[in-house]
Structure formats: structure tokens, C-alpha cells
């Protein structure tokens, strides 16, 4: 019996998945998912990045079909996709999977769904129809994209959104599986773009071309059914020693990754490998250690880790984010590493710089099994100028992620404060009511109709 190509498994799982399959606890992961992109979308959506690339596609035209951050612009849903990805991943403020899948996933199903008038049950089964794919293809690559100079989030986020949007769409699995197909050779994103605006810009391409691929395949634009298996394939030619496995045989369907990974909820706006460190100088701000005594802070942290968080002398927000000395030294200095402390001015304060300049990195490559890109936990040494030293407790996993999860009160003020960080004239609490019963929404087109917050009326 002929082996079936990776991308006909997985357009088969694309198209025929439907609501009334999903388990609860996928249920619930989409919910909390699409809802915390689109607090992050709305935060980020006057950022400069965001911005240029609105003016951009702006000037291209074309028809008003899907609403831009839930303000009253709209524009063509491909166009919006990549905008509102943009934003979503502008301040490093999205959720985490292995990756980024939902900035990419949400935003191209939110366009798409507004194009086609789809349901709320529509939008959240399109949502785990993407996670489903991202995780199953993630997870089969033994080596780390990033140490190879690659993005995973846009590089296997194009094709998550596409399967998302094949669903959406409700493509046939042939043309889910051109879609897959087509999606493969327009994605890529390099680590090079970190802590620019390339960044954001090329995981919001990525939505972009997951809602252009699944509308190429439904207007009958073929790909090789082999396009991510095969010897010349995608997996292969993106692994960054060949070690990917191609051979296990999917189980989509029968076993849930939504169900069994979760989602990881960002509780501070930087890149994910400096939280952990977060939560051990936070800890350590407790036990009320003067800033003035401080001789030298040593972090120490995994490898991989430490050569995402390259930027070590931090100028602006947008360096910071990539920093971990930055988010010691926010951390210590605040209490708090948040929308407040990853902005220009506070990064250019003369005590933050004082500080930061006082963090030494000290990577290890001892690895976390269940995570190998990172170390097994993240600890914070201080040296006093009386000799002194302070060591922080161990941190194994980050305040938010899947097994050590937000508070339903962390992930509603989190909402807000996005929202009004944003400026956004919408009734936030009344948006994240709806998205938290998206099932029961007969339009998604509903959530674009909420009335004006108060205070802005």
C-alpha cells in the first residue's frame, strides 16, 4: 500500500473537520487563543510598523472586505490578514505554542470569516484546524529552526493559516491539499528580522498568504501532493540538519494536540525566552534588595535562549523586546515588565541603563526534554557590593504558560489593558464576552457591531 503524502493527510484533516468534533478542552483553547490575539492585535495597531505596511497595501485598493483592528477601516481580507498579523505580533505580546501560532492563524480566519459572513463555530473550528497542523508540523523537527537562521512562525504559520482558511472555505480535501501545497512555496521568515519591523511584517505575511493560498486552491491552483514530504520537499529542504521526520504517520483527529500541548498566554510583552528569567527577578524584587548595592546580576539561561535575545545594549522599546538584560533591569527597577516599561522612554531612562549594564549572561546547554530550545529552568544570581549573593528560585516554566496558566481575571485585565492601550473605541469587555461565546455567534461579522466604550462615546 502506497505511503499517503504528509499534505494530503493534513488537507484531508482540513477540510473535513467540523465543529461537533472538537473536543472541550480544544473548544476552550480556541476561545482563549482568538481572543488573546485580538488584544495583542489592537494594542500593537499604532505601531510605526503597522502603520507603514496599512499605508502600503492601503494604496493598492481593492474591495472592503474584513475590518482592520475593530476600528471602522476595512479592507480587502487578504490585506487585512497581514495587517492585523502585523499588529498582533508587533510587541511580542502573543501567545505560544513552540512558536506563535495564533498571531498568525486568528488574523487570517478573522479576514476570511468577515469575506465569507462565516459563524463563530466556523471561526473556532478554523482556529484548531491551523493548531492542529502547526503543532503536527513543528513538533516533527528534531533540530532548531531559529539557531539555522529560520522564523518558524511565519515559516510553518503560512501553512497552519492556510489550513485554517481551506477549512473556513470549506475546500475539498484535494484542494486543501494544493492549498497546503501552494502555501509551502511562498512561506519563509529569518532570525535576522528580530527586533526590527521585519519581523512582525513577515509573520503577518504569513496570514496573508494562508487566506491567498486557500482562494488560489479554491480557484483551482494545483501544488505537488508531495510538496512537504517529498525528497525535494518543504520539511526537507527547510531542516536544519535533515532530521525532520517524515515517516510518522499523522493522528489528527484521533489524538488532539490542543488538547494535550495547550496554549502558553504571554504574561509580559517580550520574547518569550527572557519570561522565565521575568518571573525570577520579579521574585527576587520581594525580597526588597536595594538597586544602589547591587555590584552584578548573572543570568542564566540556555543557549539558544540567549542568542535569540541578541540585543544586549538596548536603545528603544523595539531593542528591548529582545533583551534580557532590559527585562531584568524593567523587572527590578518597576516590579513590572509591561506595555509601560517596553516603550522608548523608559528604555532610555538613565537608572534602566545603569542597570541593564550591570547583567552578565551566562548560558548552558543544559536543555529542557519537553522543550529542548530551552534550558530546564532560569535563574538570577546578584552579587552585592558588600560581597554578598542572592540566588533567585529556579523557574521551570513561565507564569502563563499551559502548565502554569493565567488567572480568568490575568487573561480578562490583560484584554483590557490591550484594548486601551490600543485606544480602540470599542466596548472591550463586550468583545471579549463574544469571543468567549464565539460558538453561539451566528455572524462573525457581529463582532465588528459592538458599541462604543463609554468613555469614548
Not at 29 to 41: P, R, T
Not at 396 to 411: E, I, M, S
Request: hydrophobic residues 50%.
Amino acid at each position: 500500500m502506497t505511503k499517503q503524502a504528509l499534505a494530503q493527510a493534513l488537507g484531508e484533516f482540513a477540510a473535513g473537520l467540523r465543529f461537533a468534533q472538537l473536543p472541550p478542552r480544544a473548544l476552550a483553547l480556541a476561545k482563549m487563543g482568538i481572543s488573546d490575539c485580538v488584544a495583542v492585535m489592537v494594542a500593537g495597531s499604532h505601531e510605526s510598523a503597522v502603520q507603514t505596511l496599512r499605508a502600503t497595501l492601503a494604496a493598492l485598493g481593492g474591495p472592503a472586505e474584513s475590518t482592520l483592528f475593530f476600528s471602522s477601516e476595512r479592507m480587502a481580507a487578504p490585506s487585512a490578514a497581514w495587517i492585523n498579523s502585523t499588529a498582533g505580533h508587533v510587541l511580542d505580546y502573543d501567545d505560544v505554542a513552540f512558536g506563535h501560532p495564533s498571531v498568525v492563524i486568528v488574523p487570517a480566519i478573522l479576514a476570511e470569516a468577515e469575506a465569507l459572513d462565516a459563524s463563530g463555530a466556523d471561526l473556532a473550528t478554523a482556529y484548531i484546524a491551523g493548531y492542529e497542523i502547526w503543532m503536527e508540523l513543528i513538533t516533527r523537527e528534531r533540530d532548531n529552526y531559529q539557531m539555522k537562521g529560520w522564523h518558524p512562525t511565519p515559516l510553518l504559520g503560512a501553512l497552519a493559516a492556510t489550513a485554517a482558511c481551506a477549512n473556513l472555505r470549506r475546500l475539498n480535501a484535494a484542494a486543501a491539499t494544493s492549498a497546503l501545497g501552494l502555501a509551502a512555496a511562498q512561506a519563509s521568515g529569518i532570525t535576522a528580522s528580530y527586533g526590527t519591523m521585519a519581523k512582525a511584517m513577515q509573520v503577518g505575511k504569513a496570514a496573508h498568504t494562508g487566506v491567498m493560498s486557500a482562494r488560489m486552491a479554491a480557484a483551482g491552483m494545483l501544488a505537488a501532493p508531495d510538496s512537504l514530504d517529498g525528497e525535494r520537499g518543504f520539511l526537507r529542504a527547510i531542516s536544519p540538519a535533515g532530521k525532520v521526520d517524515i515517516e510518522r504517520a499523522p493522528q489528527l483527529g484521533t489524538r488532539w494536540h490542543s488538547v494535550e500541548q495547550g496554549l502558553s498566554i504571554k504574561r509580559y510583552p517580550m520574547c518569550y525566552c527572557a519570561h522565565r528569567a521575568i518571573d525570577a527577578a520579579l521574585e527576587l524584587k520581594t525580597r526588597a534588595i536595594a538597586i544602589e548595592n547591587i555590584e552584578r546580576i548573572e543570568v542564566m539561561l540556555g543557549k539558544i535562549q540567549a542568542a535569540t535575545l541578541k540585543n544586549h545594549h538596548p536603545a528603544n522599546g523595539l531593542d528591548a523586546i529582545f533583551s534580557v538584560e532590559f527585562a531584568i533591569a524593567a523587572a527590578l527597577l518597576s516590579g513590572n515588565v509591561g506595555l509601560q516599561q517596553v516603550s522608548d522612554e523608559f528604555v532610555a531612562r538613565a537608572d534602566v541603563q545603569n542597570l541593564l549594564g550591570k547583567v552578565v549572561v551566562v548560558a548552558h546547554e543544559d536543555y529542557d526534554p519537553e522543550w529542548p530550545s530551552m534550558a530546564r529552568f532560569d535563574q538570577i544570581r546578584v552579587q552585592l557590593r558588600s560581597g554578598e549573593t542572592i540566588l533567585s528560585e529556579p523557574v521551570h516554566r513561565a507564569l502563563g504558560d499551559a502548565q502554569r496558566p493565567l488567572t480568568p481575571a490575568d487573561l480578562r485585565a490583560k484584554f483590557l489593558d490591550c484594548f486601551a492601550a490600543g485606544k480602540s473605541a470599542a466596548d472591550a469587555a463586550h468583545v471579549l464576552q463574544a469571543l468567549q461565546n464565539i460558538e453561539a455567534q451566528p455572524s462573525c461579522r457581529a463582532l465588528y457591531r459592538a458599541p462604543v466604550a463609554a468613555a469614548t462615546a
